[in-house]
């Protein structure tokens, strides 16, 4: 049997990947611009918690079931556990730290706390994200149905979901008809 001599491989072009497998990636988070080298096949969501560490944005269900892992990139809401953060480079990702300005909750995290959209709070920041993310689309004048329907992605396991309902109604009517961005 003859056998060929394999053709060397290609170098890989020089990239953001270097010859450890790895890549760079540089995104601005919570208005903060950040550069790390991960593994190509981290999640944007373990990404944020174990090299940001911002652990509000939680792993719930490792199947984009629950939506615990909620953020905005670029001003939209992703389940960020289905997201590579390598496919983020150069996005603007805000989790629920980023929320909050000069030390005052956003309207929307008030009203959760006014209206105690919270059990063990284990859901809230995905809960809290995707609310906002639903108001920036559909504006401040929500009923209920609207909010069931819209929160179907976002599972909490402790509630039944109305104080959830009343705590986004209240934060949409906070945050007004303006569509204001969290960003």
């Known amino acids: 049997m003859f056998f060929r001599k394999k053709e060397p491989e290609a170098a890989p072009s020089?990239?953001?990947?270097?010859?450890?497998g790895s890549t760079s990636v540089s995104l601005v988070v919570?208005?903060?611009?950040?550069?790390?080298?991960?593994?190509p096949r981290?999640?944007?969501?373990?990404?944020?918690?174990?090299?940001?560490?911002?652990?509000g944005?939680?792993?719930?269900c490792d199947t984009s079931q629950c939506g615990a892992c909620v953020v905005h990139l670029d001003g939209r809401a992703v389940k960020s556990c289905t997201v590579l953060a390598a496919s983020c480079d150069?996005?603007?990702?805000?989790?629920?730290?980023?929320?909050?300005?000069d030390g005052k909750l956003h309207?929307?995290?008030?009203?959760?706390?006014?209206?105690?959209?919270?059990?063990?709070?284990?859901?809230?920041?995905?809960?809290?994200?995707?609310?906002?993310?639903?108001?920036n689309r559909k504006g401040g004048?929500?009923?209920?149905?609207?909010?069931?329907?819209e929160l179907e992605g976002n599972i909490c396991r402790c509630t039944g979901y109305h104080n959830i309902v009343?705590?986004?109604?209240?934060?949409?009517?906070?945050m007004g008809d303006t569509r204001q961005a969290a960003e």
């Open 90 to 101: 150069g996005a603007k990702v805000t989790t629920i730290e980023g929320l909050a300005k």
């Open 141 to 149: 004048n929500l009923d209920e149905a609207t909010v069931r329907h």
């Open 166 to 174: 009343a705590a986004v109604r209240s934060g949409a009517a906070a």
């Open 57 to 60: 944005t939680h792993v719930g």
């Open 30 to 39: 919570n208005g903060k611009s950040v550069t790390a080298t991960i593994d």
């Open 107 to 135: 309207p929307m995290q008030e009203a959760f706390r006014e209206h105690h959209g919270l059990q063990c709070g284990f859901c809230t920041p995905g809960m809290i994200m995707a609310a906002v993310d639903i108001v």
């Open 14 to 20: 020089p990239s953001a990947t270097d010859t450890a």
């Open 42 to 55: 981290t999640l944007l969501v373990n990404f944020l918690r174990e090299n940001q560490r911002l652990t």
